[in-house]
């Protein structure tokens, strides 16, 4: 664990809360979240009615939120364990993904867009196909590829400089989770 950052009414200490080792996502709000994926090697995906991709191994992280009901764990719980039966782009990628880490934040205020903006710009991630679960707003997209795994702590730097009174990102190992 890299400093603290410790919510009150009316203080916030800066920092990066860590991997969260066998932490619960159990009772989560409503917020934004972050899917680092893992793709050990390339792969040719049917991504629903848009047709055939190509991905390259590497890592991917792919933006969302949850602002309806169950929150946060319902729609986590979602992409942890996949259905076979597909309704967001992500959930076709996630056949031959896994997902290696998970960033997120609870709060009312959605930031989907800024978060995808900003790793797109810290990281100068590429944008393996436009459009991949932004089918609802203007982002070029919630998908971006980069060759390394990407580190929470400059993504938690960058956010708190932009957003000073958000609060923390929380990071979770895929495998560590009580469901």
């Given at each position: 664990?890299i400093?603290?950052?410790?919510q009150?009414?009316s203080?916030?200490?800066r920092?990066?809360?860590?991997?969260?080792?066998?932490?619960?996502?159990?009772?989560?709000?409503?917020?934004?979240?972050?899917?680092?994926?893992?793709l050990?090697?390339d792969?040719?995906?049917?991504?629903?009615?848009?047709g055939?991709?190509?991905f390259r191994?590497g890592f991917?992280?792919?933006?969302?939120?949850?602002?309806?009901?169950?929150?946060?764990?319902?729609?986590?719980?979602?992409?942890?364990?996949?259905?076979t039966?597909?309704?967001?782009?992500?959930?076709y990628l996630?056949r031959?993904?896994?997902v290696e880490?998970?960033?997120?934040?609870?709060?009312t205020?959605?930031?989907?867009h800024?978060?995808?903006d900003?790793?797109?710009?810290?990281?100068?991630?590429?944008?393996?196909?436009?459009?991949?679960?932004?089918?609802?707003?203007?982002?070029?997209s919630?998908?971006?590829?980069?060759?390394?795994?990407?580190?929470?702590q400059?993504?938690?730097n960058?956010?708190l400089?932009?957003f000073?009174?958000?609060?923390?990102v929380?990071?979770?190992?895929?495998?560590?989770?009580s469901?």
């Amino acid at each position: 664990m890299i400093g603290n950052c410790l919510q009150g009414d009316s203080y916030k200490i800066r920092g990066y809360l860590g991997d969260m080792v066998g932490g619960s996502i159990a009772g989560l709000k409503s917020g934004t979240y972050v899917l680092i994926l893992r793709l050990g090697r390339d792969h040719e995906v049917q991504i629903g009615k848009q047709g055939r991709f190509r991905f390259r191994a590497g890592f991917y992280g792919y933006v969302g939120s949850a602002f309806g009901p169950g929150g946060l764990t319902s729609r986590l719980k979602h992409h942890i364990n996949p259905t076979t039966r597909q309704h967001w782009h992500i959930d076709y990628l996630r056949r031959v993904a896994r997902v290696e880490q998970i960033w997120l934040a609870e709060h009312t205020v959605r930031r989907e867009h800024d978060w995808a903006d900003l790793i797109q710009e810290i990281y100068c991630a590429s944008i393996p196909l436009p459009g991949f679960g932004a089918s609802d707003c203007r982002c070029e997209s919630h998908l971006f590829y980069f060759p390394r795994q990407p580190s929470v702590q400059l993504f938690q730097n960058h956010l708190l400089n932009r957003f000073p009174k958000d609060p923390c990102v929380r990071s979770f190992k895929a495998n560590s989770f009580s469901r």
